[in-house]
């Protein structure tokens, strides 16, 4: 009787455990992401090829989240690059300026039903909260002095690029150049966060490796998408040099989490946690 009683208060303390509701909540979130998917592909698709657009911006939404689940449970911040969350805040404030107001740049899949804008407000939200957490109720644990790229210094290049090249499917200066100027921020806005985790360098946290992993296959999606579709980004006569950087800038985002990525896929196929060379 001794032994069970032994035995079941084990089992209490493992479910209990923190990392068991870590796996708990992140299993909750999986599941809550891909039934919403479902809901949406058989309420809100068209079945078109557009749906991949939309697929990835729910992927960064879930990226996000998982961020902030990991937050709130461990009541830290530890790895986390406020940069990153700073240069995600530009790009949705200028995305959305574009998105919500003009159909030009949306999927196909996503007109009329604001499916694509909504998981762009909700990752918007979801940084905002990040971004309260590194510089106020946890800011104790924030490691600036890893956080050091100053990334801030591309922005006024990104600018620049955007007002000399960008699309004309919005038939607005303001909001093309916006959108542009959303997507090639979109382009740096990861490189932060993998400098401050190469930095500090050795195992990584799950739910961080989860953030990262979800917003490099966003940005697959991204690529798969305007891979065939860039050519209607500018489409008058000439070299559509705005579409052709379009799908370079996508590229650079995903080329440069390669190294991550295979770090990230051998500790999944391994089962192991994952591990990063610390950067010389």
């Given at each position: 009787?001794?032994?069970?009683t032994?035995?079941?208060?084990?089992?209490?303390?493992?479910?209990?455990?923190?990392?068991?509701?870590?796996?708990?909540?992140?299993?909750?979130?999986?599941?809550?992401?891909?039934?919403?998917?479902?809901?949406?592909?058989?309420q809100?698709?068209?079945g078109?090829?557009?749906?991949?657009?939309?697929l990835?911006?729910?992927?960064?939404?879930?990226?996000?989240?998982?961020?902030?689940?990991?937050?709130?449970?461990?009541?830290?911040?530890?790895?986390?690059?406020?940069?990153?969350?700073?240069?995600?805040?530009?790009?949705?404030?200028?995305?959305?300026?574009?998105?919500?107001?003009?159909?030009?740049?949306?999927?196909?899949?996503?007109?009329?039903?604001?499916?694509?804008?909504?998981?762009?407000?909700?990752?918007?939200?979801?940084?905002?909260?990040?971004l309260?957490?590194?510089?106020?109720?946890?800011?104790?644990?924030?490691?600036?002095?890893?956080?050091?790229?100053?990334?801030?210094?591309?922005?006024?290049?990104?600018?620049?690029?955007?007002?000399?090249?960008?699309?004309?499917?919005?038939?607005?200066?303001?909001?093309?150049?916006?959108?542009?100027?959303?997507?090639?921020?979109?382009?740096?806005?990861?490189f932060?966060?993998?400098?401050?985790?190469?930095?500090?360098?050795?195992?990584v946290?799950?739910?961080t490796?989860?953030?990262?992993?979800?917003?490099?296959?966003?940005?697959?999606?991204a690529?798969?998408?305007?891979?065939?579709?860039?050519?209607?980004?500018?489409?008058?006569?000439?070299?559509?040099?705005?579409?052709?950087?379009?799908?370079?800038?996508?590229?650079?985002?995903?080329?440069?989490?390669?190294?991550?990525?295979?770090?990230?896929?051998?500790?999944?196929?391994?089962?192991?946690?994952?591990?990063?060379?610390?950067?010389?």
């Open positions: 009787m001794m032994t069970m032994r035995s079941s208060g084990n089992n209490l303390q493992t479910l209990c455990s923190p990392k068991h509701r870590e796996s708990a909540s992140t299993a909750a979130a999986y599941f809550t992401f891909i039934f919403c998917a479902v809901v949406v592909f058989q809100f698709s068209h078109d090829y557009s749906a991949v657009l939309t990835g911006a729910g992927v960064q939404t879930l990226g996000f989240f998982l961020l902030l689940l990991k937050t709130k449970q461990h009541k830290s911040v530890a790895g986390l690059s406020s940069k990153t969350l700073e240069m995600y805040v530009l790009v949705f404030i200028f995305r959305l300026a574009s998105t919500l107001f003009f159909d030009g740049y949306l999927p196909l899949d996503s007109s009329g039903d604001f499916v694509y804008q909504i998981a762009d407000i909700a990752s918007f939200m979801l940084v905002l909260q990040l309260y957490c590194v510089h106020k109720t946890h800011r104790h644990t924030y490691l600036v002095e890893h956080d050091t790229l100053e990334i801030w210094r591309a922005v006024p290049a990104c600018g620049i690029l955007a007002l000399a090249f960008h699309g004309n499917l919005n038939n607005s200066l303001f909001f093309d150049v916006s959108w542009t100027f959303s997507t090639y921020v979109d382009t740096i806005a990861m932060p966060q993998l400098w401050m985790l190469t930095k500090i360098g050795g195992e946290d799950g739910m490796s989860h953030f990262v992993a979800s917003l490099v296959i966003s940005r697959m999606c690529f798969a998408f305007w891979f065939y579709g860039y050519e209607e980004i500018a489409p008058e006569e000439g070299v559509n040099m705005a579409g052709w950087l379009l799908i370079t800038a996508i590229a650079v985002q995903v080329l440069a989490s390669a190294d991550f990525m295979f770090y990230y896929a051998r500790a999944a196929v391994q089962g192991s946690k994952m591990v990063l060379p610390v950067a010389v």
